[in-house]
């Protein structure tokens, strides 16, 4: 009787955590997810292409999918390694889809090849190789802070932050130009100098959940181990200065194309949008 129950159980528990991605069967199937459940956007650009000429047959080749719950939320995740664009389709549930590229740059100039899923892992992970970096280097991401991020197995403990002060410069275009600095009292001063939603020199404070998440991410990041420069081979995109004084040093990290490393990408989302959320004070 217990073992009848327990089947019972994990019957209605698969069943209940089961989601529209976990019926796709062919890349049709996909199609048609795309279009009606995500982004119409798909309708005239399908990732997969059932009528490629060339047929990648490695496990992990080009124009195939795979479903992986990456975020652990129970629901199952749409990995695309389509023969345009590399994009992951999460689940939020209640029928709320959310992609993520792991192309990135200006026009997803960065292409991503992939390499290996490691699905028995947790956090699961996902080894690329990025064309804007050494062929020997292969990055293991996992989803973690909302994001795709490096893995790092052994976060410092040891991080005593003071400031970060953050400055972009202009580009090809209307890029925001702006200084930003916060301090360890979650005080942070707002210079807006162009192509913000405003202009001239504000103060206000983070609030504290967004402030905890940015040191929880600093923690992550393994700032000592990351290169003060980082520059895209091509032109008129933006450069970020970024410059953290934590246990007593200054780390300074110069960036031109904001792609330095996918966890240094999350770091800059985060202060960006910051100048939106925070409630200015001149």
Request: charged share 25%; net charge neutral; glycine share 4%.
């Amino acid at each position: 009787m217990k073992t009848l129950s327990f089947i019972l159980l994990l019957f209605f528990s698969t069943t209940c955590f089961a989601n529209d991605i976990d019926k796709l069967q062919t890349n049709e199937d996909v199609y048609n997810f795309l279009v009606k459940k995500v982004s119409r956007k798909f309708k005239d650009n399908p990732p997969l292409d059932d009528s490629a000429k060339t047929i990648d047959t490695a496990k992990y080749g080009r124009n195939k999918f795979f479903k992986v719950d990456l975020d652990n939320n129970g629901l199952t995740d749409l990995i695309i390694y389509g023969l345009r664009n590399f994009l992951v389709v999460f689940d939020n549930g209640k029928k709320d889809y959310v992609i993520r590229y792991l192309d990135r740059g200006t026009f997803l100039s960065n292409t991503a090849t992939l390499i290996s899923i490691d699905t028995l892992s947790f956090p699961k992970q996902i080894i690329i190789q990025q064309s804007e970096k050494s062929k020997q280097q292969i990055d293991t991401l996992i989803f973690k802070f909302n994001s795709f991020i490096e893995y790092n197995p052994k976060p410092t403990t040891d991080f005593a932050f003071n400031k970060i002060k953050f400055k972009t410069d202009q580009c090809f275009g209307e890029c925001p130009i702006f200084e930003l600095t916060i301090n360890s009292d979650r005080t942070a001063t707002y210079k807006a100098i162009r192509f913000n939603e405003e202009t001239g020199n504000f103060k206000g404070t983070i609030p504290t959940k967004e402030f905890d998440e940015l040191i929880s991410l600093l923690k992550y990041l393994q700032l000592e181990k990351l290169n003060n420069e980082y520059a895209v081979n091509w032109t008129d995109d933006q450069t970020v200065t970024t410059e953290i004084e934590f246990n007593g040093k200054t780390k300074v990290i110069s960036d031109y194309g904001k792609i330095g490393t996918f966890g240094l990408s999350r770091l800059y989302s985060k202060l960006f949008y910051w100048c939106k959320l925070i409630e200015w004070t001149e």
